[in-house]
């Protein structure tokens, strides 16, 4: 019944990534533009909104952090997995960057709506951050490392505006900036092309795909990173909490669980395209990911939610 149920969610996303497949083989829109429109304008609107809205408390604001410290762990082994077989080869940065990532946005919420909507919104957007902080920080920079120069990689990340404006919206959080319903309907707005833009730029970069270009080293370890130590290292976290610390709530770990098992986030192929490593690798990972998620979480979640 879950997978019926989240098939039908999500099917206007596959039927987007096919139009959008047929539109870049049409029109030729250039994927490298609407990357860039996504990352440095309508991204960090709607972060900053997010945190707006979102409850924070000392637990809610933890989140994001711990999972920050989660998508660090795992990007770092996977880069030194790589690195030790093919050290002269830049699949490590992008390999890195990508085993941290979930699909929060269009796989997380659409399960949580399932099974948990709509009273964890606010842990469930503050998980979301904690990605947000992983994709625009650190990793960033490594990624970044192997097309430019230090000096250039730094500048890359400091002209990231998410994450000022992760800090805009703490800031108009704390202190309740009241917008008026205009402002609103504008944020509702940019949260709409947030949504149609990212899906957009995995139906393009996928029409430079053929069998031949795909890289299955890259697609298993990925595999591995998102199926198999994301949930492992989540669960010892749910472990260790439950059994001496007691920090977070059972509805929590259940939002835990469902973060591990998602699939790799699309924002990758963005800014895999804006630093010039290897977006049609990701491109691929994350689509078949997204495939193979329909049956597993599913599996999952029958299991331990």
Same mark, same amino acid.
């Given at each position: 019944?879950?997978?019926?149920?989240?098939?039908?969610?999500?099917?206007?996303?596959?039927?987007?990534?096919?139009?959008?497949?047929?539109?870049?083989?049409?029109?030729?829109?250039?994927?490298?533009?609407?990357?860039?429109?996504?990352?440095?304008?309508?991204?960090?609107?709607?972060?900053?909104?997010?945190?707006?809205?979102?409850?924070?408390?000392?637990?809610?604001?933890?989140?994001?952090?711990?999972?920050?410290?989660?998508?660090?762990?795992?990007?770092?082994?996977?880069?030194?997995?790589?690195?030790?077989?093919?050290?002269?080869?830049?699949?490590?940065?992008?390999?890195?960057?990508?085993?941290?990532?979930?699909?929060?946005?269009?796989?997380?919420?659409?399960?949580?709506?399932?099974?948990?909507?709509?009273?964890?919104?606010?842990?469930?957007?503050?998980?979301?951050?904690?990605?947000?902080?992983?994709?625009?920080?650190?990793?960033?920079?490594?990624?970044?490392?192997?097309?430019?120069?230090?000096?250039?990689?730094?500048?890359?990340?400091?002209?990231?505006?998410?994450?000022?404006?992760?800090?805009?919206?703490?800031?108009?959080?704390?202190?309740?900036?009241?917008?008026?319903?205009?402002?609103?309907?504008?944020?509702?707005?940019?949260?709409?092309?947030? $949504?149609?833009?990212?899906?957009?730029?995995?139906?393009?970069?996928?029409?430079?795909?053929?069998?031949?270009?795909?890289?299955?080293?890259?697609?298993?370890?990925?595999?591995?990173?998102?199926?198999?130590?994301?949930?492992?290292?989540?669960?010892?976290?749910?472990?260790?909490?439950?059994?001496?610390?007691?920090?977070?709530?059972? $509805?929590?770990?259940?939002?835990?669980?469902?973060?591990?098992?998602?699939?790799?986030?699309?924002?990758?192929?963005?800014?895999?395209?804006?630093?010039?490593?290897?977006?049609?690798?990701?491109?691929?990972?994350?689509?078949?990911?997204?495939?193979?998620?329909?049956?597993?979480?599913?599996?999952?979640?029958?299991?331990?939610?």
């Amino acid at each position: 019944m879950l997978f019926i149920t989240l098939l039908y969610k999500l099917l206007p996303l596959y039927f987007l990534i096919i139009l959008w497949y047929i539109s870049g083989k049409a029109l030729w829109v250039k994927k490298e533009s609407v990357a860039t429109l996504l990352i440095y304008i309508i991204a960090p609107v709607v972060i900053f909104y997010w945190v707006y809205r979102a409850e924070l408390s000392i637990e809610t604001l933890s989140i994001p952090f711990l999972f920050y410290i989660l998508a660090s762990l795992i990007g770092a082994c996977f880069y030194f997995i790589w690195n030790i077989f093919y050290p002269e080869d830049s699949t490590k940065n992008i390999l890195s960057f990508t085993s941290g990532t979930g699909n929060t946005w269009y796989f997380w919420l659409p399960v949580i709506s399932i099974l948990l909507w709509p009273e964890y919104f606010s842990l469930a957007v503050l998980a979301i951050l904690g990605f947000v902080l992983y994709e625009n920080t650190l990793w960033f920079y490594m990624t970044a490392k192997w097309s430019f120069s230090t000096k250039e990689s730094l500048k890359k990340v400091m002209k990231l505006p998410t994450i000022y404006a992760f800090l805009g919206g703490i800031i108009a959080n704390v202190y309740w900036i009241d917008f008026n319903i205009e402002m609103i309907a504008v944020f509702d707005n940019f949260i709409w092309a947030y $949504s149609v833009l990212w899906i957009m730029i995995v139906g393009m970069w996928l029409m430079k795909i053929s069998v031949s270009t795909i890289d299955f080293t890259f697609l298993w370890l990925t595999f591995l990173a998102k199926f198999i130590v994301w949930p492992v290292l989540t669960g010892v976290v749910i472990f260790l909490d439950s059994t001496f610390f007691s920090f977070y709530s059972e $509805s929590a770990y259940s939002l835990f669980i469902i973060i591990s098992i998602v699939p790799l986030a699309s924002n990758t192929i963005a800014l895999a395209s804006e630093l010039k490593v290897y977006p049609e690798k990701a491109a691929m990972a994350v689509l078949a990911s997204t495939l193979f998620a329909l049956v597993y979480i599913p599996i999952v979640t029958s299991i331990f939610l």
